[in-house]
């Protein structure tokens, strides 16, 4: 079965380094989507990305934060100066249309800023 | 605001018995999704209701949807100790943009054997 893979698994980095995170989408979805998810809370939606730009976007999503679609695979996230309270787990998922269609999440990269 | 809160927050049973867990929301949806997630891993997609059902079944999981009261159950019969996970439910809205899923905190399952 199809999967979405991301990696690395888990990143430690210092706070104000630049990490980005990178996923591989199912390679017949068009839409694409970072979520995050802080030790014991709510998933949140952070951004989607359909047709090389971004669709929508979340307030958590700002100015620190890019995604990119560098070639026909790969989808990254890149936080630009990070924080401590960006330590989350960080989930890439992909969908074939947007209305009636589940998502596939990929198994996450934890992200812990120290 | 707050979209697809669940309760309760944990539930605890034994294996075999049903486990059932609902779900609340505050807008209209186009539909609403279903998704686990086994202890430090991924979500996993479970299923999906659309705005204009009332009832769905997927082996042994059975989702119900009542857009006027804005909530949604997700039964689990005969319950197995693999079915320990996190289960989370997820509002899909659609319009204009692209759309999004948004989560609730989920429901903590243990089942016993």
């Known amino acids: 079965e199809p999967e979405v893979t991301q990696t690395p698994s888990h990143q430690v980095t210092q706070m104000g380094q630049e990490v980005i995170l990178r996923c591989v989408p199912i390679s017949n979805h068009l839409y694409f989507y970072w979520y995050r998810q802080i030790l014991g809370q709510k998933v949140e939606f952070l951004v989607s990305f359909y047709n090389n730009e971004i669709s929508e976007k979340s307030e958590i999503f700002d100015d620190q934060f890019s995604v990119e679609r560098p070639d026909g695979s790969n989808f990254t996230l890149k936080i630009r100066s990070t924080k401590l309270e960006d330590s989350a787990m960080y989930f890439c998922?992909?969908?074939?249309?947007?209305?009636?269609?589940?998502?596939?999440f990929g198994s996450g990269t934890r992200l812990t800023v120290v | 605001s707050q979209q697809g809160e669940e309760d309760p927050q944990a539930l605890s049973i034994q294996e075999g018995e049903n486990a059932t867990m609902n779900c609340s929301y505050k807008t209209s949806i186009n539909n609403l999704q279903w998704y686990r997630q086994n202890s430090g891993r991924g979500l996993v997609h479970l299923i999906l209701?659309?705005?204009?059902?009332r009832e769905k079944h997927s082996g042994r999981l059975r989702v119900t949807l009542d857009t006027s009261k804005k909530s949604s159950s997700l039964l689990i019969t005969a319950s197995r100790a693999a079915d320990t996970a996190s289960y989370f439910c997820a509002s899909a809205t659609y319009g204009g943009s692209q759309g999004n899923l948004i989560f609730g905190k989920g429901t903590k399952l243990s089942v016993k054997p």
């Open positions: 209701i659309r705005s204009n059902e």
């Open positions: 998922a992909s969908s074939p249309g947007t209305a009636n269609y589940g998502y596939t």
